[in-house]
C-alpha cells in the first residue's frame, strides 16, 4: 500500500488552493446563472486536500495506471470537481467559460466520457460505492498499490446500493477505499435527517465493519489530518471519513440561503460572491 503522496502537506498553500476551487466554482456557476454551488463551496476544503496533497496523480496522464481513483458518485457535484481538476491542472482554466453549454467537456452532471479525471458518470445516486468496491478489488487483484476515493453525499445513504456495497467492502477487507461522505445535511427535499434519519452515522459505519472518522469538512486541518490517517492505517478494513460541512461555505448570503440545494442566483450577486470570497482571503478570515 503507498502511503506516499503526491505533495507534501502545505497548510497555506491548501487554503489558496481551497479557495481557488470555490473562486472556479463561482465562475463556472455564473456562466449557466444557476448549479450545484452550495455543494461546491461546502466541498472545496476536502477536495483542496484531495486534489492539492492526497491524490497521487500524472496530471498531464490523466489515465495512468498507477493513479489513485477518485469517484465523484454525486455526479451533480460536477461543478466541484472541474473545480479541482482545472486546480490540479488537469483541466485547462479556459474550459470553465463553456461550462453546461453543448459541446463542453463539463457537462453539468459528470459523464466519464466527456471530462479527463472524471473517472464515472454520476447522477443516478448510490452507484459510486458498489463501482468502488469492485476498483478497489481489482487494484488489489493487479498488485496495483493506488487507492480507490469514492465522494458521496449524505442524500445517497437512502440507496441500499451503498450498504450492500460497505458489506462487501469489509467483506473483502478493502484496505485500499476510501469513502469521502459530505454531511452537509440537504438534500433536494430539505434536511437530510428530516427525509430519512441516519443518525448514528458512524455507529452505523463501524458495525459495518468500517475504520471510521467524523471531522468538520470545513476545518482544513482536521481534514489534513482525516485523510493522512486513513492513507497511514494499517487495519485491513475498508476507511470512511463523514464530513460535517456547511452549504455555501465562505459566501454568507448563500450559506444563509433556503432550499439552496440548486441555487439560482441573480446576476449581480455573482459577482457580489466572489468579491466576498477575494475579501475573506485576503484578510484570511474564511474560519
Ligand atoms: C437514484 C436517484 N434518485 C433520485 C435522484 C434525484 N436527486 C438528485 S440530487 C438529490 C439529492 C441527494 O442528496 P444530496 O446529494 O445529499 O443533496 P445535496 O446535499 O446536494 O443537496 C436527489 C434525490 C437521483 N439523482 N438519483
Ligand atoms: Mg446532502
Excluded at 184 to 206: I, R, T
Amino acid at each position: 500500500m503507498s502511503t506516499t503522496t503526491a505533495v507534501p502537506a502545505d497548510l497555506g498553500e491548501l487554503e489558496k488552493v481551497a479557495y481557488r476551487i470555490r473562486r472556479y466554482a463561482l465562475r463556472m456557476g455564473e456562466v449557466q446563472g444557476q448549479g450545484y454551488i452550495g455543494q461546491a463551496l461546502g466541498w472545496a476544503d476536502v477536495l483542496a486536500v484531495a486534489y492539492g496533497h492526497a491524490l497521487n496523480l500524472r496530471p498531464a496522464e490523466p489515465e495512468w495506471e498507477g493513479r489513485d481513483r477518485f469517484l465523484l458518485s454525486h455526479g451533480h457535484y460536477a461543478i466541484a470537481l472541474y473545480a479541482a481538476l482545472i486546480e490540479a491542472g488537469i483541466v485547462s482554466e479556459s474550459e470553465l467559460e463553456t461550462y453546461g453549454s453543448d459541446d463542453s467537456r463539463l457537462p453539468m452532471s459528470g459523464m466519464a466520457t466527456y471530462t479527463p479525471g472524471m473517472e464515472m458518470s454520476g447522477g443516478s445516486l448510490g452507484h459510486g460505492l458498489p463501482i468502488a468496491v469492485g476498483m478497489a478489488l481489482g487494484l488489489r487483484h493487479k498488485k496495483n498499490p493506488a487507492f480507490v476515493y469514492n465522494s458521496m453525499s449524505d442524500g445517497e445513504l437512502d440507496e441500499g446500493s451503498v450498504w450492500e456495497a460497505a458489506m462487501g467492502a469489509a467483506h473483502h477487507a478493502l484496505s485500499n477505499l476510501i469513502c469521502l461522505i459530505d454531511i452537509n445535511n440537504q438534500q433536494a427535499d430539505g434536511p437530510s435527517s428530516k427525509v430519512l434519519g441516519f443518525e448514528p452515522l458512524a455507529d452505523k459505519w463501524a458495525a459495518f465493519g468500517w475504520h471510521v472518522q467524523r471531522v468538520d469538512g470545513n476545518d482544513l486541518p482536521a481534514v489534513l489530518q482525516a485523510l493522512d490517517i486513513s492513507r497511514s492505517l494499517a487495519d485491513a478494513k475498508p476507511r470512511v471519513i463523514l464530513f460535517d460541512t456547511l452549504m455555501g461555505k465562505g459566501v454568507p448570503f448563500l450559506e444563509t440561503r433556503e432550499k439552496n440545494h440548486f441555487i439560482r442566483v441573480d446576476p449581480p450577486e455573482w459577482q457580489q460572491a466572489l468579491r466576498i470570497l477575494d475579501q475573506s482571503q485576503t484578510e484570511g478570515v474564511l474560519a
